[in-house]
């Protein structure tokens, strides 16, 4: 069984440019999550899927992030502009729908690193 | 307020050492969860262990044990006899019970010297 996939694994962009992160969650996990690390600090919690809609969206940082999860199925994090200090690792991570299971672990992907220069 | 505390930010022992990483949560819900994640050099974050509030038994899996105290609202990590594999960076986490969303600690990174 393929696990959490996330594209790029890596991105260099320049402040001000554009970037789209993918992440692929593992067939059939209803909830998908976006997480960061930047500047080596906590990994913090940005949002949460479930299906297609937006559960927990207080994570994100500010309007330059956008999140989207067409069809339930794979999601993509846009960054517009980029500014410096958004440079970090991006996680997705993905897990089994609520059914009684709640809090069951979730699997992560392995990460995108973006730096702004 | 969620809070995950992992004081040690960096810890190096000699391979065949053993080595505890200590984790100290906050929380106000009765009903939450703990996790310890796996950071290797390779990036990903790999799943260790799930422990809810309920259940203070201590857990061992092959070299890896984790020690849940409640009472000190602790949840430690020991590896028996490290191996130069398990260099990596640490994570423990809490989720709590209304929500799926995890708090993590700020990591620690493990360096197990051959």
């Known amino acids: 069984e393929a696990g959490v996939t996330q594209f790029p694994s890596h991105s260099v962009i320049e402040k001000g440019q554009t970037v789209t992160l993918r992440c692929d969650p593992i067939?059939?996990?209803?909830?998908l999550y976006w997480y960061r690390r930047v500047m080596g600090k906590e990994i913090k919690f940005l949002l949460h899927?479930?299906?297609?809609?937006?559960?927990?969206e207080s994570g994100m940082p500010n309007n330059r992030f956008l999140a989207e999860r067409t069809g339930g199925t794979y999601s993509t994090l846009k960054v517009q502009p980029a500014e410096l200090e958004d440079s970090g690792v991006y996680f997705c991570?993905?897990?089994?729908?609520?059914?009684?299971?709640?809090?069951?672990?979730?699997?992560f992907g392995q990460g995108t690193r973006l730096t702004v220069v | 307020a969620q809070k995950v505390t992992q004081a040690q930010t960096e810890i190096s022992v000699v391979e065949k050492e053993d080595v505890t990483l200590d984790c100290v949560y906050e929380?106000?819900?009765?009903?939450?969860?703990l996790f310890w994640y796996k950071q290797p050099p390779s990036g990903e974050l790999v799943f260790l262990i799930r422990r809810n509030s309920f259940d203070e038994q201590n857990e061992i899996s092959g070299r890896y044990s984790w020690n849940f105290q409640k009472s000190t609202s602790s949840f430690n990590f020991t590896i028996t006899a490290s191996q130069v594999v398990d260099s990596a960076v640490y994570f423990c986490?809490?989720?709590?019970?209304?929500?799926?969303?995890?708090?993590f600690g700020p990591g620690t990174r493990l360096s197990v010297l051959p």
């Open positions: 991570a993905s897990s089994p729908g609520m059914g009684g299971r709640k809090n069951t672990e979730a699997f």
């Open positions: 899927f479930v299906k297609e809609s937006k559960q927990d």
């Open positions: 929380t106000r819900d009765t009903t939450y969860y």
């Open positions: 986490a809490l989720s709590e019970s209304h929500g799926q969303n995890f708090v």
């Open positions: 067939s059939g996990h209803d909830n």
